[in-house]
């Protein structure tokens, strides 16, 4: 099979340079959806570029946009742009993460992203408000543990010291997630020490349609964390069942198979 397509490509004029990073799936397969990624702070879309390779393999093309927290206006009508001249018979995806995620759920709760199947919400943070700054090895210890991503944002893709940054305090109002009429699924290290993860199952409680997966030792980076691999399953699960409808209807189901003996001993 083909590779997937790395692709970066100019998709609309704007004020400003607007350039798109794309994983294209592989030629064969059928499209089977579209992924819009929205970084996180200080974040380049090329952070993105290990899982846009792998969710392309799948046959699923992935976009990554500009970061939210540095330019909103552009990341919205970047996001906006790439849903438009996506196809529309396939479902179409945003993914989120830390103020990405964040920024994502605004826009949905306020009418702004119609046509959008699900949202995939990665990292949330816990509020607008920032925590101090650390250090770079600090902050590389609370981003990820997975030591070939820490190198690659430690050479490029990252501004430092953008994680500790506040965000709008209107991506944040408590009404968000009740507004949210649409499958949401949210990934959330367990270890995250950012966004706490207790506040994040809260949030996601308050969701019509939600459902959190944690990662064990999982940090804030949770789509590009050690884990990364599994993160991306769950993601490609989740688009499986969304290709089935709204309802999510569940296609692996793991059996009780009960207590060793107990089968045996009810026929005998």
């Known amino acids: 099979m083909p590779a997937a397509i790395f692709d970066e490509r100019s998709v609309m004029t704007l004020a400003q340079e607007a350039t798109v990073l794309s994983w294209y799936e592989p030629s064969g397969p059928a499209l089977r959806g579209t992924l819009v990624v929205l970084p996180g702070r200080g974040e380049s879309p090329?952070?993105?570029e290990r899982f846009g390779r792998r969710l392309a393999?799948?046959?699923?093309?992935?976009?990554a946009v500009a970061a939210p927290a540095d330019a909103?206006?552009?990341?919205r009508d970047e996001?906006?742009?790439?849903?438009?001249?996506?196809?529309?018979?396939?479902?179409?995806?945003?993914?989120?993460?830390?103020?990405?995620?964040?920024?994502?759920?605004?826009?949905?709760?306020?009418?702004q992203l119609d046509g959008v199947s699900a949202l995939v919400l990665a990292g949330l943070?816990?509020?607008?408000?920032?925590?101090p700054a650390r250090d770079w090895d600090d902050e590389l210890a609370v981003r990820t543990a997975c030591g070939a991503h820490r190198g690659r944002i430690t050479e490029a893709g990252v501004r430092r010291a953008a994680l500790f940054s506040d965000l709008p305090a209107d991506?944040?109002?408590?009404?968000?997630?009740?507004?949210?009429?649409?499958p949401v699924l949210g990934l959330h290290g367990r270890n995250d020490l950012l966004s706490p993860v207790a506040l994040a199952r809260r949030w996601y409680a308050s969701a019509p349609s939600a459902?959190?997966?944690?990662?064990?030792?999982?940090?804030?980076?949770?789509?590009?964390?050690?884990?990364?691999?599994?993160?991306?399953?769950?993601?490609?699960?989740?688009l499986e069942r969304l290709r089935g409808g709204a309802e999510l209807a569940p296609i692996a189901v793991a059996e009780s198979l009960g207590e060793p003996g107990r089968d045996a001993e009810s026929r005998a």
């Open 211 to 238: 459902e959190l997966v944690t990662i064990v030792g999982g940090l804030h980076d949770a789509l590009n964390d050690q884990t990364h691999r599994t993160v991306a399953a769950v993601v490609v699960q989740f």
């Open 171 to 182: 991506w944040f109002d408590p009404a968000t997630p009740g507004k949210l009429h649409l």
């Open 72 to 75: 909103p206006d552009q990341a």
């Open 57 to 63: 393999t799948d046959s699923y093309r992935v976009h």
């Open 46 to 48: 090329r952070v993105y």
């Open 79 to 111: 996001l906006l742009g790439v849903l438009d001249a996506a196809d529309a018979d396939a479902p179409r995806v945003v993914v989120g993460s830390d103020a990405g995620a964040a920024y994502a759920a605004h826009l949905v709760a306020g009418g």
């Open 125 to 131: 943070p816990a509020g607008s408000a920032a925590q």
